[in-house]
């Protein structure tokens, strides 16, 4: 639908990327089934120019990065963002995630949109609030999931946050205090980093306790970790703690720690990176894996 109103150079280079991608994925199918022996095809190699000046293969002639990116940004805000701010998934039934607001609000942002990055903060703040059992607002983290429930209804359908999705808001909510000098962002993002930091992340003693509350005797008590989301979650027990290395973020927490000395998010630079190269020996590929376990007595991480 979309294509037929993008000028006639773009939709043909659209169909070229498409063409290649349906050439490169029947290649790739054809040798998912194939159990017998392999052959080495024999090709006639054509005899290779080098150019003498390097060209973007990604770009069509007569268009320049800044062209390409702001006519993606506005066909994806076409197809993707709501009016109102919410940004669907149309391969997971139509749902809204946490992590899909924060991406578009990174991106309005870097884009310069500064409209549509003021409808997708408005629309999570509005729909994404964590409430208790008796509809009070618990913090100011969002609920990850919203969608459609069995009774019909559209409204969170998972209150748990996911502390990704937080901090991307976060980053993004600093970004726009700088890009457009509207202490209000700055006033969000620090309210946010604050319950980052009380709901999502804990201290790992050397005695293997593990301790939630941020008093100033713990500056020096034991390590701070990042949780993938709540406390009560990813605590199964007082010797185990579950992490999630992609939710790492150190560049996010070298950021926060320009705008809010509150908190010691050097720290969790620190331990991301610590837990990162640990979890590659845990492994048996030698990468890190998406889910660990952190035995808090022993230091060991299991995935």
């Not at 963002?81 to 391969?91: A, H, L, S």
């Not at 903060?121 to 509005?126: I, R």
């Not at 969170?156 to 970004?175: G, M, Q």
């Not at 590929?285 to 889910?291: Q, R």
Request: contains cysteine.
């Amino acid at each position: 639908m979309f294509l037929s109103s993008l000028p006639l150079r773009h939709r043909q280079f659209l169909q070229k990327i498409a063409t290649a991608a349906i050439v490169l994925s029947l290649t790739g199918c054809s040798f998912g089934s194939f159990t017998g022996e392999a052959k080495t095809p024999q090709i006639e190699l054509p005899e290779i120019t080098i150019p003498t000046t390097i060209t973007s293969p990604s770009l069509p002639e007569g268009i320049d990065n800044q062209e390409l990116l702001e006519e993606s940004w506005a066909v994806y805000r076409e197809e993707f963002i709501q009016e109102d701010g919410r940004v669907i998934d149309y391969e997971a039934q139509d749902r809204s995630i946490s992590e899909g607001q924060a991406y578009a609000m990174l991106r309005a942002v870097l884009m310069g949109d500064e409209r549509t990055f003021v409808l997708t903060l408005d629309w999570a703040e509005k729909n994404l609030q964590r409430l208790d059992a008796d509809g009070k607002r618990i913090d100011n983290l969002w609920a990850w999931k919203w969608g459609k429930k069995a009774d019909g209804q559209w409204e969170p359908i998972d209150f748990n946050f996911a502390s990704d999705a937080d901090i991307d808001a976060a980053t993004a909510l600093i970004w726009a205090y700088r890009r457009w000098n509207k202490s209000e962002y700055l006033d969000l993002a620090l309210i946010k980093l604050k319950d980052i930091w009380q709901y999502s992340t804990v201290m790992v003693g050397s005695n293997g306790k593990v301790k939630e509350d941020d008093s100033k005797g713990l500056l020096n008590w034991g390590t701070r970790y990042l949780l993938p989301g709540p406390v009560e979650a990813f605590v199964p027990s007082s010797s185990t703690i579950h992490l999630n290395p992609s939710y790492f973020a150190p560049y996010a927490f070298r950021l926060f720690a320009q705008v809010d000395s509150n908190h010691d998010w050097l720290s969790l630079v620190k331990s991301s990176y610590e837990v990162l190269q640990k979890s590659t020996q845990a492994s048996t590929v030698g990468l890190p894996s998406d889910w660990i376990a952190l035995e808090t007595k022993t230091g060991k991480l299991k995935s």
